[in-house]
């Protein structure tokens, strides 16, 4: 393994960089105009490596953050990492070809730990000032494959990152401003059809719909759809469509 440096704006994100066998070109020249986030399942940092480089296990990413914040480079950024397996995220089906995939080292049922998504930030704003990523364009595992993946899970801050300009969260005041435009109508209908004009396109069902959402956006919230959903989402979809030329509602 080797160490080295990556320069994002004003701050040093060193890292560790160990060459996972298990990548390949991007296919028909894309470029990553988007990035995943997963987390390992594992027991550690030092198992999810193992598996990560394993040519038998078929499965890679591009870094790996350890809880202490270390951060490992496993395929070059340039180069196509196998994370994303079949998901979708609006139009793109080979996500793999068109992403960056970050895996942090999380069972999924602590936590997150604070240098961890320290280092997470830092390694985010460096890749979206390379690519030119859009916010919205960070996602979740859970996000692209809905029903066969729910990393990085309801612990993991989204809230964070939209804060600090890494990814979006709907408008502080979509709820009012939802209610005072008409009547509350929150048919599966309308919120299916905002959903995939944010971006969630992988199934068309509205009960995993709303579950998904939910475990993002307002992860302790239980019921069936709600007004609050339906204005979150129609919110979302109004500013950050999939599709930027393409318009909805």
Known sequence: MGSGTVYSGNEKLKLTTRQSPNQGPRRDGATPDIVVIHYTAMASAAAAVETLCNPES???????????????SLVPEAMRAWHAGRGQWGSVTDVNSRSIGIELANTGFVPFAAAQMDALTDLLRGIKAR????????????????????????????????????????????????????PDR?????????????????????????KIFRMRFCPWHTGPLDMSDMAMIHDLATRFPVDVNAAWA
């Open 58 to 72: 078929e499965v890679s990413a591009h870094y790996l953050i350890a809880e202490d914040g270390e951060v490992l």
């Open 131 to 182: 690519w030119g990523i859009r916010p919205e364009r960070v996602i979740g595992h859970s996000d692209m494959a809905p029903g066969r993946k729910i990393d990085p899970g309801p612990r993991f801050d989204w809230r964070r990152l939209a804060s600090e300009g890494h990814s979006i969260w709907p408008s502080p005041g979509a709820v009012a401003t939802f209610s005072e435009a008409g």
């Open 186 to 210: 929150t048919d599966e209908a309308r919120f299916v059809a905002a959903m995939k004009a944010f971006g969630y396109t992988a199934t068309d069902d509205p009960t995993l719909l709303l």
